[in-house]
């Protein structure tokens, strides 16, 4: 029954799935996970800033930065211009890829600094992760 009613669900779904709107629900889609991996970002900077007392958020946001940079390259996999995505990003693939590659890389290095309880570390990981997020915004998003 249970997979019966998730069917249906899916095929009414798809009725009213117009293509024409597909490129419009990427590019929203992919604001919505970047503005969220934005918001883990700026409430990251408030705790290191301890503007905020709630120090045990701390790995919130970490673990959620981590987990977003793993689906930034699908949300752009999909050609669809528009937003304030430039069209460089499907011109130039490779060096995008390598965009989205230097993301998880510094974004696994901060969760591994936060792990070892290193501050020091864990400071210059925060500045990695803002210089792979600008290293993209630089060359593919729009001013
Ligand atoms: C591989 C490239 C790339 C990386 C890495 C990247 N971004 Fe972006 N980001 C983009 C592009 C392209 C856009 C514009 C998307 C659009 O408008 O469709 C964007 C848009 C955004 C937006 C605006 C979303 C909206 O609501 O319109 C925020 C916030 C953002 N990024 C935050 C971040 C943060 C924080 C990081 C690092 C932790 C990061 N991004 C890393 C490519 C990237």
């Known amino acids: 029954m249970r997979a019966f009613s998730i069917t249906a669900v899916a095929a ?3 009725v009213v799935a117009v293509p024409a709107q597909a490129d419009e629900a990427a590019i929203e889609y992919r ?13 990251l900077v408030k705790l290191l800033r301890q503007q905020v007392p709630h120090q045990s958020h701390m790995p919130v946001h970490v673990n959620g930065i981590a987990t ?7 949300i752009f996999a999909a050609e669809a211009p528009g937003g304030d995505a430039l069209d460089g990003i499907w011109e130039n693939p490779d060096d995008f890829g390598s ?5 998880q890389e510094a ?8 792990d070892s309880g290193d501050m020091g570390a864990f400071g210059g990981a925060v500045q990695g992760v803002g210089q792979a997020c600008k290293g993209c915004h630089d060359n593919y998003r729009a001013e």
Do not use: E, R
């Open 12 to 14: 009414a779904l798809l």
């Open 31 to 43: 604001q919505h996970v970047l503005s969220s991996m934005g918001g883990h970002m700026q409430g």
């Open 68 to 74: 977003i940079s793993q689906v930034v390259g699908d």
């Open 99 to 103: 965009k989205v590659s230097a993301l």
């Open 107 to 114: 974004a696994a290095n901060l969760k591994a600094a936060m």
